[in-house]
């Protein structure tokens, strides 16, 4: 049985740079997200032992399955990126990024400049495929860089051994503004043979349900709406209700403790960019709680003034 059931549809949690790390995936999928993936991993820094870029490869043992997701263009270092996470045997798939906007990644060839250059993506996807030690190999990418040529970046990836694709449905100039084109998607569906997931703006379980059943999608990927909503998983898959304020104290006190436990008390300030999309759910004085989040270093003041705000019932 393989480890990725297409036969209905599967739920993916995004990889989002700065967000996505193991603390934050082992709280989404106890909400039942079918598949986790990394951060986005340079394949540079991972072949020039980058200390902070191994820990990034590093999984909670309850996430199965679990993709890697790398950046890259150089079929040398991707080769030797491939062996690195060859060696690790609980991980499901080698995701190769053709997505992200941002200028530090594009401007060498990476993220989504590789649709600049579909003859070097096909090679970079051909090699990552053979040799991968890993069930399956996945491509996620945007609809083109600055025109839409979907269809055809869907092909090149399963000519050259993708085993599943991501689509968000944007160009690399729409960025996170341009709205989506879930019509775009639903082409790529009908253009190749192996499973597609649906990605962009999909943030609620009615919208969920309207892109699977507008696109033909096997699946969907969620990334920044699952940010101070990683229960919007269960939402979609078992119809549960908005999250109570008792819940919402429960995960965002797991999460914090993880975040400590993962990263010291470094942990405290990274998570403070959580504190602030968790507090938007209809708290009296969240802006006063931000700001004071913002100046506080000590893991055990910020677990009491946590412990304090979270406390208290939703404003009506």
């Known amino acids: 049985m393989p480890s990725l059931d297409f036969s209905k549809p599967l739920y993916a949690l995004a990889p989002l740079a700065g967000f996505t790390d193991m603390p934050f995936r082992s709280v989404v999928k106890k909400f039942g997200v079918d598949l986790t993936i990394s951060e986005m991993i340079s394949s540079n820094a991972l072949v020039h032992n980058s200390k902070k870029t191994y820990r990034m490869l590093e999984k909670s043992p309850i996430e199965n399955p679990y993709a890697i997701q790398i950046a890259g263009s150089d079929l040398e270092v991707i080769k ?64 083109g860089f600055n025109e839409k040529n979907h269809e055809e970046i869907a092909r090149i990836c399963q000519e050259n051994g993708a085993d599943y694709i991501a689509v968000h449905g944007r160009t690399r100039a729409g960025r996170y503004k ?97 504190l602030h999309s968790y507090s938007k759910a209809g708290y009296q004085g969240a802006s006063v709680f931000r700001n004071d989040v913002n100046r506080i270093e000590d893991p055990k003041e910020m677990r009491e003034l946590i412990e304090a705000f979270f406390s208290q019932p939703f404003i009506d």
């Not at 190769?96 to 990644?105: D, E, H, I, T, W």
């Not at 969620?222 to 919402?248: C, H, N, T, Y």
């Open 178 to 274: 341009a709205p989506v084109d879930y019509d775009a998607i639903a082409k790529v569906k009908q253009a190749v043979s192996i499973p597609v997931l649906a990605n962009g703006d999909i943030d609620t379980p009615a919208k969920a349900k309207w892109v699977l059943d507008n696109t033909g999608a096997d699946g969907i990927m969620i990334g920044r709406a699952a940010v101070g909503k990683p229960w919007i998983f269960k939402q979609i898959k078992e119809g549960m209700d908005e999250a109570s304020p008792e819940l919402i104290k429960e995960v965002v006190l797991e999460h914090f403790d993880q975040m400590i436990e993962h990263y010291d008390k470094y942990g405290a300030i990274i998570f403070r960019k959580n």
């Open 80 to 143: 030797r990126a491939v062996e690195i996470i060859n060696e690790r045997d609980d991980v499901t798939t080698i995701d190769l990024n053709c997505g992200c906007p941002a200028p530090k990644v594009v401007n060498n060839l990476q993220g989504s400049s590789l649709l600049t250059d579909l003859p070097q993506m096909a090679k970079v996807i051909e090699t990552i495929k053979r040799y991968s030690n890993k069930e399956y190999t996945s491509v996620k990418f945007r609809l």
